[in-house]
């Protein structure tokens, strides 16, 4: 197998972002985007995920998080479409729901090449450590677009903590199943030979 690798820079007048990701890796991660609360989600991302993942942006923090954490999730999906190639052999489609605490999270993905975004659920509190909760949905529709994902996610709880950590990790496990590799398949998962 090939390796799944990939580097992506992106900079705008609003943010300079750097991001490596290692789709077979072991989910170890280095993160520095100037919002803790969102480094967190991106290191439990990488590590419930098996990715090993970098970040390194230098956003207009001084207005708000908003485009950090949606260039961020830019990024970091046109890594997910380098790093996968033509996706030939990945199973495609996955499902999980993670508990935390109250709160429960699922996400259903398909790596169809067909971005497509729904969201079921709102977020208990307007914002924690620094990051406003909607920027959490928001990430996740960004991700979509930009990696060629059909994406449904789906939030409840009491705790918007405990709601987006929720989320972040049932992505990552959605994601890191999707992209496994099943030795059955020499081909991609699509009658129409590819994705």
């Known amino acids: 197998m090939t390796d799944r690798t990939a580097a992506v820079t992106r900079t705008t007048a609003e943010t300079d972002i750097e991001v490596t990701l290692d789709v077979d890796g072991d989910g170890d991660s280095t993160i520095d985007t100037g919002i803790g609360f969102f480094d967190h989600m991106l290191d439990s991302f990488s590590t419930h995920g098996l990715f090993d993942l970098t970040v390194q942006c230098d956003g207009d923090l001084d207005i708000d998080d908003h485009h950090t954490v949606e260039d ?21 489609f996955a499902d999980r729901k993670v ?26 509190q307007a914002s924690v450590g620094g990051m406003t909760s909607h920027m ?53 998962a699509s009658t129409k030979g590819e994705l």
């Open 99 to 124: 508990p935390l605490d109250e709160a429960v999270a699922s996400v259903v993905v398909d790596i169809s090449g067909r971005p497509y975004f729904e969201f079921d659920g709102e977020f208990s």
């Open 136 to 188: 959490a949905k928001h990430f996740c529709r960004s991700l979509s677009m930009n990696a060629g994902l059909t994406l449904h996610c789906g939030v409840d709880g009491e705790n918007a903590h405990h709601e987006i950590e929720a989320l972040f990790k049932s992505l990552a496990r959605s994601l890191d199943d999707a992209t496994r590799i099943d030795e059955r398949r020499s081909d991609v």
């Open 72 to 92: 961020v999730a830019i990024t970091l999906g046109e890594a997910f479409t380098e790093a996968l190639d033509d996706k030939r052999g990945i199973r495609r």
